[in-house]
């Protein structure tokens, strides 16, 4: 196999489980129906991951690194004030309902039980945070370590709780926590 036609393959198979993930729940996704989605022979599942629940946390873990460096990717230059609104407001691409929000899910119901899953989700969340305080220290945000903590727990809950209730738009949650960080958000 070509190495072209194996990173092909290997993309497919990834893209396969995301989808397969959203639409069937993590332990709904085996190996056949992932191999029939990615449109490969099984073997070629292990070929190119060493396990069904290795290729499924990759594909988890490139959507969650994904959605955290679009988040992200409006901090550097913004205020406080502009980036909460940024961050918050690119959530609402995120219906609760869509297959990213059901990945989001899936993958931290599956962390609570994989501990590679959990370790790996909590260095991207880590990674995420880093780049919230690094960001927050330069807009002369007081105590940058802890509203980064408390700020991506809030993304991540929001995240979480978008499918139960959709009323939890940037519109209605940025004023509340404009509110609670209103020392931070000062300028």
């Known amino acids: ?23 069937r729940g993590w332990t709904g996704v085996s190996t056949r129906v992932l191999a029939e989605r990615a449109g ?27 959605v955290a460096r679009e988040g992200a990717a409006h901090l550097p230059g913004a205020t406080a004030r502009e980036g909460l609104d940024l961050l918050l407001g690119s959530l609402d691409a995120y219906s609760g309902e869509d297959p990213t929000s059901v990945l989001f899910t899936e993958a931290f119901l599956a962390a609570g039980r994989d501990a590679e899953l959990r370790e790996a989700l909590t260095r991207l969340l880590a990674d995420f945070r880093t780049l919230l305080t690094d960001w927050m220290r330069a807009g002369g945000v007081p105590d940058p370590d802890t509203t980064a903590r408390v700020l991506a727990a809030t993304v991540d809950g929001l995240m979480l709780h978008r499918p139960l209730d959709l009323s939890l738009t940037a519109e209605s949650v940025v004023p509340v926590l404009r509110r609670l960080l209103r020392g931070a958000l000062e300028e």
């Open 1 to 23: 196999m070509t190495t072209q036609r194996a990173h092909q393959v290997r993309e497919s198979l990834l893209t396969a489980a995301a989808e397969l993930i959203a639409e």
């Open 40 to 66: 490969v022979g099984p073997g070629l599942v292990h070929y190119h991951f060493p396990s069904l629940r290795a290729l499924l946390n990759e594909a988890a873990l490139r959507t969650i690194r994904a």
